[in-house]
C-alpha cells in the first residue's frame, strides 16, 4: 500500500527517534553475580549493602539503584564505579570484583577491611582509573602489580598498615595524578615520581622513606662528599647557564632579524626540520616503515594544500607516499601532556579495532609536535556530505540508513566492549568519516584526553571543554561531567541531521524569528505535531522499505555490534 508523502515524511522521522531512544543495551549477568558475591564476602553490621542490594529484581539495570553503585547507563547492569566509603564493611579485599569488568573506580576507603591487598590485584581491576583503599586496616607489602594498572590516574593507600618498600614500578605509571601512603610503616626509597601532584605529604608519617622529595637515602660514608659534589655541581650548573644565556641572546637575536611570512602555513613543520630522522611508530604491519621526512614530503611539508579538515582536535593533512598510498595525518592541538603520557595514550589507542572506528595507524614526536596517523577516507566527512558547499545533499535515504546504523555500531563498541570503555565527548558529523564505500567511521575517538590534562573520576578518556556547538549536550554546561548519555544526546543530533539535511545550529527552514539549534526546532515542531514538516523535501516520497520498523531492527542487530 502507498503510503501518503505526510505519513511517509513522519514515519521516516519516528523510526529514526526510535533509533535514538532505542537503548542499545548490553545487559549481563557477570555484574550482578560481582556484587552477589561481594555482599556475601563482606560484613556488613551497619547493614548498608543488605538493605539495598536486593537481587530479587530482575529487570534490566536494577543494580543501578544499589547503595554506593553507578552504571554506565541507568538501565543497564554494567557498573562504572563502585563507592563504599564509610560503610563500616570488614573483610578482606573482595576478590570477586573481578567480575564487575566494566569497572572504572573502586572506593572502599575509611572501612575496617584488613589482610593483605592482593598481589595479582591487577588482573581483579584491570582497567580502573581511580582506587582508594585509605583508612582502613591492611597490612603487609604493596604488591607490585599495581602498577600494571597503567590506567589509574588516582591511587590513596594511606591510613593503612602497609610496611616494605613503595614499588619503584610505580614511576611507570604515566597517568597517575593523585598519589598518597601517608601514615603507613614503609621504608627505602620512594619511586622518581614526575609529577607535582605527589608531594612530601603523599609520604607523611613513614619513618623509613626516603629519596626524591625526601630526606637522601645515601649512607653516612657518603655524605661527607655531598656537600664538595653539590658545590662542583652547582658551578658547573651556573657556568652552563651563563655560556647557554650568551648563546641563546645571539640566536634571539638572529632571529627577530629573520622574522618573515608565513604563505604557506607550515612555518611549524620548518621548525622540526632537524627532526626528519625520527621514526614514525606504526602499529600496522601492513604499512611500511616510515620517518618523520616520509610524511613531510608526503603532506608537501604539511602545506595549507594538503589540508582536508579541521576540528578542535587539529588540522588533518593529505599524505600521499611514494607508492601511492594516500593516509591521513593529523597534528594535534598543542597539548600539555609529557612524551610518556602521550605514548601511554597511543599504545593504548593504537589497539582499538572496530570496523566501524577510523584505525590509528601510527604516531610521531617531533619536539612539541603529535602526528597521528591514520588511515584514509576518500569520500570526507558525514558533515559536507550533508551540508556540501554548491547544493543539496546528493545521499539517499537507503545510503543515510546505512551511515545511522553502521555509526551506531562503532559508538555502542566505544561505551560497551571496549577495554578500557571510551566516552567520546566530541560526536558530530564531522567526526563521522566515510571511506570508499560510504562505510561510515568514528573518528577522534580518546583524543579529548590529549587536549586537555585534567581528569574525571569516570574515564581516562573524558577530559576538558571540548565539543561542537550543537551537539553538547544541555546539562554538561551544569556539571561539566562527561557520560556516554552525552555522547548519545550528540549522536542524535547527527540522526537528526541524516533526516532533515539541516545543521545543528543556524536552521535553514526555521522561520527568522526562531533564534535556537535544530535539537530545540524538531522539539517544537512536535510539540505542534509538525514532525514532517522536518523531514529533508529529497527524502520524501522516496521507498523506505527496511526501515519501517528500525527500532526492532537495531534491537536485533545489537548482539552482533
Known amino acids: 500500500m502507498v503510503l501518503s508523502n505526510r505519513v511517509l515524511s513522519s514515519r521516516i522521522l519516528v523510526n529514526f527517534l526510535l ?12 555484574d550482578v553475580f560481582c556484587l552477589k558475591k561481594i555482599r556475601e564476602s563482606l560484613q556488613d553490621p551497619n547493614n548498608y549493602l543488605n538493605s539495598s542490594w536486593n537481587f530479587d529484581n530482575k529487570t534490566e539495570g536494577f543494580i543501578c539503584n544499589f547503595n554506593g553503585v553507578e552504571c554506565w547507563h541507568p538501565d543497564e547492569n554494567r557498573v562504572l564505579n563502585l563507592k563504599l566509603s564509610n560503610m563500616g564493611l570488614k573483610g578482606q579485599f573482595p576478590r570477586f570484583i573481578r567480575n564487575c569488568s566494566s569497572l572504572t573506580g573502586l572506593d572502599l576507603s575509611m572501612n575496617k577491611l584488613s589482610g593483605s591487598i592482593p598481589g595479582d590485584i591487577s588482573d581483579l581491576i584491570q582497567y580502573v582509573t581511580s582506587l582508594d583503599l585509605s583508612s582502613n586496616e591492611f597490612s603487609g607489602e604493596i604488591p607490585v602489580s599495581l602498577a600494571n594498572c597503567t590506567f589509574l590516574n588516582t591511587l590513596k593507600l594511606d591510613q593503612n598498615q602497609l610496611t616494605g618498600q613503595i614499588p619503584q614500578q610505580f614511576s611507570a605509571l604515566a597517568r597517575l595524578k593523585e598519589f598518597s601512603v601517608s601514615n603507613n610503616l614503609l621504608t627505602g626509597p620512594v619511586p622518581g615520581f614526575n609529577k607535582s601532584q605527589v608531594t612530601v605529604l603523599s609520604y607523611a608519617n613513614n619513618q623509613g622513606l626516603c629519596g626524591d622529595s625526601l630526606p637522601s637515602c645515601q649512607t653516612k660514608s657518603s655524605k661527607s662528599n655531598t656537600a664538595v659534589i653539590a658545590g662542583a655541581a652547582v658551578g658547573g650548573v651556573t657556568l652552563a647557564a651563563l655560556g647557554l644565556g650568551v648563546l641563546m641572546f645571539f640566536f634571539v637575536r638572529r632571529v ?13 613543520a620548518r621548525s622540526i626540520k632537524g627532526t626528519k630522522t625520527i621514526k614514525v611508530s ?7 616503515k616510515m620517518k618523520l621526512s616520509d610524511l613531510m614530503k608526503a603532506t608537501n611539508n604539511f602545506s595549507n594544500t594538503n589540508i582536508i579538515g579541521k576540528g578542535s582536535t587539529g588540522t588533518v593533512y593529505r599524505a600521499v607516499l611514494d607508492d601511492g598510498t594516500t593516509l591521513m595525518v593529523k597534528r594535534l592541538q598543542q597539548s600539555q601532556h609529557s612524551e610518556k603520557e602521550f605514548m601511554s595514550e597511543m599504545g593504548t589507542l593504537g589497539t582499538v579495532r572496530h570496523r566501524n572506528l577510523v584505525p590509528l595507524l601510527g604516531f610521531c614526536m617531533a619536539k612539541k ?4 596517523v591514520y588511515k584514509n577516507m576518500p ?27 553502521g555509526a551506531a555500531k562503532g559508538l555502542a563498541w566505544l561505551h560497551h566492549s571496549c577495554n578500557p570503555r571510551i566516552i567520546h565527548r566530541n560526536i558530530s558529523a564531522k567526526c563521522i568519516l566515510l571511506d570508499a564505500d560510504f562505510e561510515p567511521k568514528i573518528s577522534d575517538f580518546g583524543l579529548a584526553r590529549l587536549m586537555n590534562p585534567i581528569d574525571t573520576h569516570l574515564s581516562t578518556f573524558v577530559n576538558g571543554e571540548f565539543g561542537d556547538f550543537g551537539y553538547v549536550a544541555p546539562e554538561y554546561t551544569k556539571t561539566l561531567v562527561a557520560t556516554p548519555k552525552g555522547d548519545i544526546y550528540s549522536f542524535g543530533t547527527v540522526l537528526l541531521e541524516l533526516v532533515t539535511s539541516e545543521r545543528p545550529t543556524n536552521v535553514a527552514k526555521a522561520p ?29 516520497g522516496k521507498d523506505i522499505g527496511d526501515t519501517e520498523n528500525l527500532g526492532e531492527l537495531i534491537v536485533a542487530r545489537e548482539g552482533n555490534i
Open 256 to 268: 627577530s632579524f629573520k622574522k618573515e611570512e608565513d604563505p604557506e602555513g607550515n612555518k611549524w
Open 19 to 30: 533509533l535514538i531512544s532505542c537503548g542499545m543495551t548490553f545487559g549481563t549477568v557477570t
Open 369 to 372: 609536535e603529535r602526528l597521528l
Open 512 to 540: 527568522e524569528t526562531f533564534k535556537g539549534n535544530l535539537v530545540e526546532w524538531i522539539t517544537e515542531l512536535s510539540s505542534k505535531s509538525q514532525l514532517q514538516d522536518a523531514i529533508d523535501e529529497s527524502l520524501v
Open 379 to 405: 569520500n570526507g566527512n558525514l558533515y559536507d556530505q550533508l551540508h556540501p558547499a554548491d547544493g543539496g545533499s546528493t545521499l539517499d535515504w537507503p545510503m543515510r540508513l546505512k551511515i545511522a546504523l
Open 282 to 288: 606504526m602499529f600496522e604491519k601492513s604499512i611500511s
